[in-house]
C-alpha cells in the first residue's frame, strides 16, 4: 500500500523566514504534485514533477523531486502572510496517464507578521 | 487552462434522502474522472474512479451501492450520495485529466451537509 507522508503537519513561522517542507513516498514513482488549498477551497495546482532531479520555481516557492530517496521538497523563500494554506504533495501510482493520486497527509502553513 | 466545474457548490439535505453530484470538464474532454472526499482538516481520499462508458471502479471500502457513479459522456460524471446519513457530510471534489495528460485538474468542490 502506497503511503505518502508529510512533515511538518503545521508550520508557524514569520513572515522573511525560509522553510522546507518534505513529502515522503513508500513506492517508487517518478511523478509528483504539489498543490495548495485555502480554506472551503478546492486544490491549486502548483508543481507537477516528472523525472528525477526536477526543480520548479514559482515566486517564493520550490520544489524538487529525488526519485531514489522517494523525497520531495517544498521550500518557502522570505514567506509572506499571503502564503498561508494547506499544502499538500500527492504521487500516482502506478504512473501513466490518468492515474490515480494517493495524497500526503497535508502540512498547514501560517505565516505571522 | 483546463476548467473543471461542479454543481451544486453545496447542499443541504435531510438523512435517507438522496443527492446527486455533477462533475464537468468545460473545454476538454476525460476518458477519466475521480472522486475524492475529504473531512474537514483532513487530507484528500479517493473514492473512485469513474470511467466513460463503463463501471466506475471504487477503493477499498467505498459502498458502491451508497455511492453511485455514472460518467455518461466524456465531459460529464455524476456522483449520487444514496439514503445519505449525517456521517457522509463531507467535502467531495472530482477532478479530471484531459485524455492522454498525466497532469489533473480539480473542481471547485461540493460541501455536502446532511442533517
Known amino acids: 500500500e502506497l503511503k505518502v507522508e508529510q512533515n511538518p503537519l503545521f508550520l508557524s513561522m514569520q513572515e522573511g523566514k525560509n522553510y522546507t517542507i518534505y513529502c515522503n513516498y513508500s513506492?517508487?514513482?517518478?511523478?509528483l504534485y504539489w498543490y495548495r488549498q485555502d480554506p472551503g477551497k478546492s486544490l491549486e495546482s502548483l508543481f507537477v514533477?516528472?523525472?528525477?532531479?526536477a526543480v520548479k520555481q514559482e515566486g517564493r516557492l520550490m520544489a524538487s523531486l529525488d526519485t531514489k530517496a522517494r523525497l520531495s521538497t517544498l521550500h518557502i523563500t522570505a514567506a509572506v502572510h499571503d502564503l498561508s494554506a494547506t499544502y499538500f504533495c500527492?504521487?500516482?501510482?502506478?504512473?501513466?496517464?490518468?492515474?490515480?493520486?494517493?495524497f500526503g497527509t497535508g502540512t498547514r502553513l501560517q505565516v505571522t507578521l | 487552462g483546463a476548467v473543471v466545474s461542479q454543481h451544486p457548490s453545496w447542499v443541504i439535505c435531510k438523512s435517507g434522502t438522496s443527492v446527486k453530484i455533477e462533475c464537468r470538464s468545460l473545454?476538454?474532454?476525460?476518458?477519466?474522472m475521480f472522486w475524492y472526499r475529504q473531512f474537514p482538516k483532513q487530507s484528500l481520499m479517493l473514492m473512485a474512479t469513474?470511467?466513460?462508458?463503463?463501471?466506475?471502479?471504487?477503493e477499498q471500502g467505498v459502498e458502491k451501492d451508497k455511492f453511485l457513479i455514472n460518467h455518461a459522456s466524456l465531459t460529464l460524471s455524476t456522483l449520487t450520495v444514496t439514503s445519505a446519513h449525517p456521517e457522509d457530510s463531507s467535502f467531495y471534489i472530482c477532478?479530471?485529466?484531459?485524455?492522454?495528460?498525466?497532469?489533473?485538474?480539480f473542481g471547485p468542490g461540493t460541501r455536502l451537509t446532511v442533517t
Open positions: 514533477l516528472l523525472s528525477n532531479g
Open positions: 469513474s470511467n466513460e462508458g463503463s463501471k466506475a471502479t471504487y
Open positions: 513506492t517508487t514513482s517518478d511523478r
Open positions: 500527492a504521487v500516482d501510482i502506478p504512473p501513466g496517464t490518468a492515474s490515480k493520486l494517493t
Open positions: 473545454d476538454f474532454q476525460a476518458t477519466t
Open positions: 477532478s479530471a485529466p484531459p485524455t492522454g495528460w498525466a497532469e489533473q485538474y
